[in-house]
C-alpha cells in the first residue's frame, strides 16, 4: 500500500534549476528516511541526497553546493532543490524511503530531469 509518487522533472537548460517533489503515502507515522537516486544513461544508480526524520542531510560529492534536500514535518514528503545543473545532472530521478534508520524500503517510479541547451 506503500507508493511514492515524484514530479516535477523536466527539460532544463545548463545553469538551470529544477525542484523535484515526492509526495509518499501508505505509512501510519511517514517516513524516517526519505531521498533521491538518479541513474544516468549507461551508468548505474546512484544515490544523490537523503534526508531523515531529524533534518540529517547526506549529499553526493558531485551534487553538494548545488542541490538541497527537504521535507516536510510530517514526513510524507521530500523535496529536491536543484541549481546549477550540468547535462551531467541528466537521468532518472528516484525517490526512496525507509521506515526506519537510512533505509530504502520503498522506490517510486521515477521522473526525467534533461539538462540540454
Known amino acids: 500500500q506503500v507508493q511514492l509518487v515524484e514530479s516535477g522533472g523536466g527539460l532544463v537548460q545548463p545553469g538551470g534549476s529544477l525542484r523535484l517533489s515526492c509526495v509518499g503515502s501508505g505509512s501510519m507515522f511517514g517516513f524516517n528516511n526519505m531521498g533521491w537516486f538518479r541513474q544516468a544513461p549507461g551508468k548505474d544508480r546512484e544515490e544523490v541526497a537523503r534526508i531523515n526524520s531529524l533534518g540529517t542531510t547526506s549529499y553526493a560529492d558531485s551534487v553538494k553546493g548545488r542541490f538541497t534536500v527537504s521535507r516536510d514535518n510530517a514526513g510524507y514528503t521530500v523535496y529536491l532543490d536543484m541549481t546549477e545543473l550540468t547535462p551531467e545532472d541528466t537521468g532518472a530521478y528516484f525517490c526512496?524511503?525507509?521506515?526506519?534508520?537510512?533505509?530504502?524500503?520503498?522506490w517510486g517510479r521515477g521522473t526525467q530531469v534533461t539538462v540540454s541547451a
Open positions: 526512496s524511503a525507509g521506515l526506519r534508520g537510512w533505509g530504502t524500503d520503498y
